[in-house]
C-alpha cells in the first residue's frame, strides 16, 4: 500500500509570511495525526482527526496555526503568521480505526516538511 | 500526564557490538510502550510495541525491548549492530488514547 503522502518536502519563508502543508493519508485510514518535530526534541502532537472531526487539538497554538480535513481524507496544516520558533519538521501520521488497539496503534508517518523561517 | 526520558542523547558504538538504549517513563495509570527509528530525512517507523502481555518484546531489525514495571523502564536492546543501524531513537508512551508522547531521542552511531 503506498504510504502517507506529505508535501513539500522542504520550505523556506519569512517570518511573518504564512505557509502551508499538505498530507494524504494511506487510502481507508480514519485517523490523522500532526506532529512537530524540533530540532533536538521528540515529536509533539499538534491535533488529533477523527475522519473530518477534530478529536484533539489543546497542542495547537491557535492564534497562528490551523488545521482542516475536509471530507475525512486529505489534511492541510497552515501557520498564519510564522515565527523563528516555528522552524520543525512537520509530521503527518495515519491509522485506521478499527476495533483492535493492536491496529490503531499502528500507526504510519509520513516524511514530513522540514520548515525553516529565517 | 505521561512522560517520557531517554537517558542518553548520543550512543556511540562499533559495528557489531551490543546496544541498549534507555527509556523510563511516568505515568499514573498503565501505558502502553513504543520505539520508533528515524532516519535521516525520513519519517518515524515503528520497531515495536508493547500493549499487553509478554513483558519482552521482539521487533524489527532484531530489536528487542523489555517492559519493567516496577522499574517504569522499556530499554531497548540489539546484540550486535550494523552500520545501518546509524538513525536517531526515540521511546513513546500513550495511555490507550492513541497520543503519543516522545522523548527527546537517541542518536546511535555505528563505526566500522
Known amino acids: 500500500e503506498a504510504g502517507v503522502a506529505q508535501s513539500p518536502r522542504y520550505k523556506i519563508i519569512e517570518k511573518r509570511q504564512s505557509v502551508a502543508f499538505w498530507c494524504n493519508p494511506i487510502s481507508g485510514h480514519a485517523t490523522l495525526y500532526w506532529y512537530q518535530q524540533i530540532l533536538g526534541q521528540g515529536p509533539k502532537l499538534l491535533i488529533q482527526f477523527q475522519n473530518n472531526g477534530v478529536v484533539d487539538d489543546s497542542q495547537l497554538p491557535k492564534d497562528r496555526f490551523s488545521a482542516e480535513r475536509l471530507k475525512g481524507v486529505d489534511s492541510t496544516l497552515k501557520i498564519q503568521p510564522a515565527k523563528l520558533e516555528d522552524s520543525a519538521v512537520y509530521l503527518c501520521?495515519?491509522?485506521?480505526?478499527?476495533?483492535?488497539?493492536?491496529?490503531?496503534?499502528?500507526?504510519?508517518f509520513g516524511s514530513g516538511t522540514r520548515l525553516t523561517v529565517v | 500526564a505521561q512522560s517520557v526520558t531517554q537517558l542518553d542523547s548520543q550512543v556511540p558504538v562499533f559495528e557489531e557490538a551490543p546496544v541498549e538504549l534507555r527509556c523510563n517513563y511516568s505515568?499514573?495509570?498503565?501505558?502502553?510502550l513504543f520505539w520508533y527509528v528515524q532516519y535521516p530525512n525520513q519519517g518515524l517507523q515503528l520497531l515495536l510495541k508493547y500493549l499487553s502481555g509478554s513483558t519482552l518484546v521482539k521487533g524489527i531489525n532484531g530489536f528487542e525491548a523489555e517492559f519493567n514495571k516496577s522499574q517504569t523502564s522499556f530499554h531497548l536492546r540489539k546484540p550486535s549492530v550494523h552500520i545501518s543501524d546509524t538513525a536517531e531513537y526515540f521511546c513513546?508512551?500513550?495511555?490507550?488514547?492513541?497520543?503519543?508522547?516522545f522523548g527527546a531521542g537517541t542518536t546511535v552511531t555505528v563505526r566500522a
Open positions: 505515568s499514573s495509570v498503565s501505558v502502553y
Open positions: 513513546a508512551v500513550s495511555v490507550d488514547d492513541y497520543k503519543l508522547s
Open positions: 501520521a495515519s491509522s485506521p480505526n478499527l476495533e483492535d488497539r493492536e491496529s490503531n496503534y499502528g500507526y504510519t
